[in-house]
């Protein structure tokens, strides 16, 4: 220390730690950092955990609002993601072979999540069986939701937590932000977030911890302001200025918005403190974010009145008195540095002063990274069928019978509508562009068809566009051919 203090205790933080951490060290343990002080002088809590060491990373894609005293409501999609290929064990390796997803902060899971396969060739076991997705158990009285791996990954898999995708839990829903497990709120619970512990273990129960807890979710009392994110476009490491989606503040009820009140916009990431490494950009001038309130109806009022690189501020000049107020902060755009792990930006938005609703919630209006293109399988077979035979042949049919074009994306175009293109052959020989023809949603195991017949001699190419959605770039499938004559 230059110099002592003199006047109020004084405080001073230590940031921009980094670690090196052996290949041999040991998942779940804590990095404990001890703090002494020449002199004698006792420090209160030294040492201090300040680190985990994790070999597998856990995300989440959202932090929607969820209301105390309610049951059956979504939660943020958790992701698992290897950092090594065979990080999770097996059954055939280890006792601790199950992954085990449990709730921490006093909500229960409405129903079993379903855990999702989406990338590397991990596999899960369904009653004896080698598995991409797999409906949980649930124990420890509703509070954790575990599978067990059937077989260890030779490529870094990727697993994603979702809800059923009806009452009946059927089949998982689609992948987006908010498609997370299902849980029930206890009228008891305050206001706060929801977090969520990966563990892997032997039991089903709590094991050895995988990372730190995920906030999944922000619990609100009914009648508060509701908070959501309009979009989660990608931003890049590196990138300067991108473009993330708008925020809107809703009121729940009346009065929940006061003039003279402030809201803040904070960045954070998902252990709830000020994020090193995305920051909003344009802060001051031309560019910055705007404000905007449906003021014709409500006569509502609100502006950006102060704006750093972490936080932004909206003051309320004039309270609803119509309608129920909406607050929309538009134009929002994140300097992102170079080497940032891929994953969800968050903001935190609450009530920082004056009158009015108290209220805080977490959202994500941006993904770090890159979108990625889901793989689609193309295939076809004569007649107008779902059971084939199907090959990748070109299919030759007799004029007016029907030919049948089938694409499999799994569980990443389960439920989704596919554009179904086609070009045409000419009778020199050329190929036309193709040309877009119509649509089709896929089924829940992912599998879209289209069948078409001619009366008169043609030749056709045709493939579907998964268009982009969440964290999948636009795909497309092959081309498969059938012709008539």
């Given at each position: 220390m230059a110099t002592a203090s003199t006047a109020n205790a004084a405080t001073f933080t230590l940031s921009g730690i980094n670690y090196d951490v052996a290949l041999s060290a040991a998942a779940g343990a804590l990095v404990n950092v001890t703090l002494t002080i020449s002199g004698g002088v006792a420090v209160s809590g030294s040492p201090a955990a300040n680190a985990q060491i994790a070999q597998t990373i856990i995300g989440s894609a959202a932090a929607p609002t969820i209301i105390i005293g309610q049951n059956d409501q979504a939660t943020g999609l958790l992701t698992i993601r290897e950092s090594a290929a065979g990080t999770l064990p097996d059954i055939s390796t280890s006792a601790n072979d199950k992954i085990v997803v449990c709730l921490t902060s006093g909500e229960t899971f409405s129903r079993a999540p379903w855990f999702v396969v989406t990338a590397g060739?991990?596999?899960?076991?369904?009653?004896?069986?080698?598995?991409?997705?797999?409906?949980a158990t649930l124990?420890?009285?509703?509070?954790?939701?575990?599978?067990?791996?059937?077989?260890?990954?030779?490529?870094?898999?990727?697993?994603?937590?979702?809800?059923?995708?009806?009452?009946?839990?059927?089949?998982?829903?689609?992948?987006?932000?908010?498609?997370?497990?299902?849980?029930?709120?206890?009228?008891?619970?305050?206001?706060?977030?929801?977090?969520?512990?990966?563990?892997?273990?032997?039991?089903?129960?709590?094991?050895?911890?995988?990372?730190?807890?995920?906030?999944?979710?922000m619990r609100a009392l009914a009648g508060t302001p509701i908070v959501a994110?309009?979009?989660?476009?990608?931003?890049?490491?590196?990138?300067?200025?991108?473009?993330?989606?708008?925020?809107?503040?809703?009121?729940?009820?009346?009065?929940?918005?006061?003039?003279?009140?402030?809201?803040?916009?904070?960045?954070?990431?998902?252990?709830?403190?000020?994020?090193?490494?995305?920051?909003?950009?344009?802060?001051?001038?031309?560019?910055?974010?705007?404000v905007t309130t449906n003021n014709g109806a409500s006569g509502l009022v609100a502006s950006l009145t102060a704006m750093t690189a972490n936080t932004i501020t909206v003051t309320i000049n004039n309270g609803a008195v119509g309608a129920l107020g909406v607050i929309t902060i538009s134009g929002i755009k994140y300097n992102v540095n170079v080497g940032t792990s891929n994953g969800p930006v968050f903001v935190m938005v609450a009530k920082a002063t004056g009158g009015g609703a108290a209220f805080s919630a977490v959202v994500s209006n941006a993904m770090i990274g890159a979108p990625t293109a889901v793989a689609i399988a193309a295939d076809s077979a004569l007649g107008a069928t779902k059971v084939g035979p199907f090959s990748t042949t070109t299919k030759v049919a007799k004029l007016g019978q029907y030919v049948t074009f089938r694409f499999r994306g799994g569980s990443a175009m389960a439920g989704k509508t596919v554009e179904v293109w086609v070009a045409t052959?000419?009778?020199?020989?050329?190929?036309?562009?193709?040309?877009?023809?119509?649509?089709?949603?896929?089924?829940?195991?992912?599998?879209?068809?289209?069948?078409?017949?001619?009366?008169?001699?043609?030749?056709?190419?045709?493939?579907?566009?998964?268009?982009?959605?969440?964290?999948?770039?636009?795909?497309?499938?092959?081309?498969?051919q059938a012709r008539w004559r």
């Open positions: 060739d991990l596999k899960l076991n369904v009653g004896g069986l080698a598995a991409t997705q797999a409906k124990g420890s009285g509703n509070t954790c939701a575990f599978v067990q791996v059937y077989t260890a990954s030779t490529v870094a898999s990727t697993i994603e937590v979702r809800a059923g995708v009806d009452a009946a839990n059927t089949a998982p829903k689609p992948s987006g932000p908010t498609a997370g497990a299902t849980v029930n709120v206890g009228i008891g619970l305050t206001p706060g977030p929801t977090t969520a512990q990966v563990s892997i273990s032997a039991t089903g129960a709590a094991g050895t911890a995988q990372g730190a807890p995920v906030v999944v979710a994110a309009v979009s989660q476009p990608f931003v890049a490491p590196g990138g300067l200025n991108q473009p993330a989606g708008d925020i809107t503040i809703t009121e729940g009820a009346a009065l929940n918005f006061v003039t003279g009140e402030t809201i803040t916009l904070t960045l954070v990431n998902q252990t709830l403190s000020i994020n090193a490494d995305t920051f909003f950009a344009n802060t001051s001038g031309v560019g910055m974010p705007v052959k000419a009778a020199d020989g050329s190929w036309g562009a193709f040309v877009l023809k119509t649509k089709r949603i896929a089924d829940a195991s992912g599998a879209a068809y289209w069948w078409t017949r001619s009366s008169s001699a043609s030749w056709i190419s045709v493939r579907v566009k998964l268009p982009a959605a969440g964290s999948y770039a636009d795909s497309w499938s092959a081309s498969r």
